[in-house]
Structures are given as structure tokens and as C-alpha cells.
């Protein structure tokens, strides 16, 4: 071998050990500084509440701190499209959901992010039902009552959502147009806003997962009507499940998870995969979730690979049904 050719093959052996020892390095050392957990709804939402309580979690299992940042606007679009931009270093993260990744881009245009293209999944944090909630003076006595009132009504009902694209938006846009309903939409900046707005009287219902609206169901300061799916959910048990009610069709479930921007190195996401496993595995973590109405997803159902399946299989089962209730409400 030519000297030359010696000293080529020595310099890219030096170059691949030296990005060995960094990709070491820097597993090693992650996380070396507070992480932020960008919510992109403001506080009090379904999200924020769950991001918070898997945020010092995971900040436990990590020994570093992760903060949460709230990145409200268009149906959470802004917040996720700032992460999706964000230098993919493990530091910034994003407390997503089916609003910002499966409803937004079926029902927003011009959508600044691709859901499938431009994250790397770190893995699911809950599910939980949605519930039907209106102001505590609602006319209705049961649902039955409700369904024929908002009928009657028409778009003298205000429904509020979270913003287009958001989960709220999403799970009202399912329910109203199962059942014929065309009431008024009022959008809001997030589920909080819309919360305040409910318990102010100044809205009439809306959709939202239990996690969130459970305490005040609790506090007797807006009223439950139905919680989707089969079975009642264990925060609000004296609820009807969609199915008692005699709506079977009323089925959805909202999941919670946490993306990385698109790039993160691998041994980071294995990193934060594992802390957000761990955390999930802490009884106080699963009990504060439950107590909400979350459901904790089972060992077989975390981490990344399980989550990217997930949201390509909910974009392909709800994007044209979204996209069909969407034009109906027109």
C-alpha cells in the first residue's frame, strides 16, 4: 500500500473512531441541561394536564429537568410546527396528541408539518374516552333530551372546541354528525379557554376527553351527558357509555404521546423511550392518570415503533371520515 493510501485509510479510521466516541459521549452525558416539553395548547387542557404529569416523571428517571412550555394557537398547530422545526438535539420535545398529528392534517389547510415525516416517535403516555359536557343549566335532562334539543335548536346551540384540527374539534365533528346535529362552532385557542367559557355559561357544550373535564363533571360545574365507547370510564362512573346511551357508533378514543423533531439521534430516543417507560411504570404516575381517566398503555403498547404504527393507522381510519364530517357541518 501506497504512503498515501496508508494515510487515507488511517485519517478515515481516526474520523469514524472519533464519531464513535462522540455518539458515546453524547449518550452519556443526555441530558446535561433542563429539557423543554412543548404543549401546544395553553394551560389547563387535556394536554398540558398530562405533559405535566409525565414531565416530572420522566424528569425523575432522568435526574434533569423537563419544563413545560406552552405554545398555544390554531389548534395546536403552532406549538407541534415549532417543534417539527426545532434543532433535533433531545432538548426540545413535543406532548402531542390525535389533534396535532391525526385531526389537524385532515381538517386543517396549509398544514406547516407533515405528522409521519417530520418526527421521530418516543412513545404513547394514555388513551382516554371523550365525554359530552355542557353547561350545568343545559335544558336536557339525559341525553335522549339533548340530542332532540340541539335538533330543534339548530345553530342556536354554541358548541366550543379547541381550535380547528384540535381533539375537541375532531371528537364533537364525529359526534354531531352521527346524529344529524348542526349547532354553531366556537372555536377557542384551546380546551382550557373553551373549559372556562362552559363553566361560564357562555357556550352551550362540547367534546372533550375525560381527563379533562372529569373535575368539574365532579365539581357539578358543567354536566356529562355520554363518555364514548363501551364501558364507562372509571372517573366518571355515574356516566353513560355511548353504547348504554344507544349510541354504540359514538367509539374514540384520545391517545397522548411525546415526538422528538425528525434527526434526534437514535441513543437519544432510547434514552427518552426508556425514562417515559419507567415513568409510566411508577404506581403515583399511573394513578394520577387514572384518577383523570386515562389509561396507561400496557408494556407491548410503548415505545416508538408501536407509536409510529398507531398514527399511520388512525391518519388512514380517520382522515376521510374527519375530512366527510367536516364538509357535512358546512
Known amino acids: 500500500m501506497s504512503f498515501w493510501k496508508k494515510a487515507v485509510t488511517i485519517a478515515i479510521g481516526f474520523v469514524v473512531g472519533i464519531g464513535c466516541l462522540v455518539t458515546a459521549t453524547r ?7 433542563t429539557v423543554a416539553m412543548i404543549v401546544p395548547f395553553p ?14 416523571g420522566m424528569s425523575r428517571v432522568l435526574n434533569q429537568t423537563i419544563i413545560i412550555e406552552n405554545v398555544g394557537g390554531a389548534g395546536g398547530t403552532i406549538g407541534t410546527a415549532r417543534v417539527a422545526a426545532a434543532t433535533p438535539d433531545g432538548y426540545t420535545l413535543l406532548a402531542a396528541g390525535m ?13 406547516r408539518y407533515d405528522s409521519t415525516k417530520d418526527f421521530e416517535p418516543i412513545g ?7 365525554a359530552v359536557v355542557a353547561r350545568k343549566d343545559f335544558p336536557a335532562k339525559d341525553l335522549k333530551e339533548f340530542i332532540a334539543y340541539v335538533k ?54 362540547f367534546c372533550e376527553q375525560v381527563v379533562s373535564v372529569a373535575p368539574a363533571v365532579k365539581g357539578k360545574s358543567i354536566k356529562a351527558y355520554v363518555v364514548s365507547g363501551d ?29 422528538a423533531p425528525k434527526g434526534t439521534p437514535k441513543d437519544i430516543l432510547a434514552k427518552l ?21 386515562g389509561a396507561v398503555p400496557a408494556p407491548a403498547e410503548r415505545g416508538p415503533a408501536h407509536l409510529e404504527t398507531v398514527l399511520k393507522a388512525d391518519i388512514a381510519r380517520w382522515e376521510p371520515v374527519l375530512k366527510a364530517a367536516m364538509a357535512e357541518s358546512k
Open 231 to 259: 364501558t364507562r370510564s372509571s372517573a366518571l362512573p355515574d356516566v353513560l357509555s355511548a353504547k348504554q346511551a344507544g349510541i354504540p357508533e359514538f367509539q374514540l378514543s384520545i391517545w397522548s404521546a411525546v415526538f
Open 124 to 130: 404513547l403516555i394514555s388513551n382516554a374516552p371523550v
Open 27 to 33: 449518550a452519556d452525558n443526555y441530558p446535561s441541561r
Open 152 to 205: 330543534a335548536q339548530g345553530d342556536s346551540v354554541k358548541q366550543a372546541h379547541g381550535g380547528i384540527g384540535s381533539a375537541s374539534h375532531m371528537a364533537c365533528l364525529l359526534f354531531t354528525s352521527q346524529l344529524g346535529l348542526k349547532p354553531k362552532l366556537i372555536p377557542y385557542r384551546g380546551t382550557g379557554p373553551a373549559l372556562g367559557d362552559l363553566i361560564g355559561d357562555h357556550v352551550d357544550f
Open 99 to 111: 389533534g396535532s398529528h391525526v385531526a389537524a392534517p385532515a381538517l386543517t389547510p396549509n398544514l
Open 43 to 56: 394551560p389547563g387542557g387535556p394536554s398540558d394536564v398530562v405533559a405535566r404529569i409525565i414531565a416530572e
Open 273 to 293: 423511550s426508556g425514562a417515559l417507560g419507567k415513568a409510566l411504570d411508577d404506581p403515583a404516575v399511573a394513578k394520577r392518570l387514572a384518577d383523570l381517566g
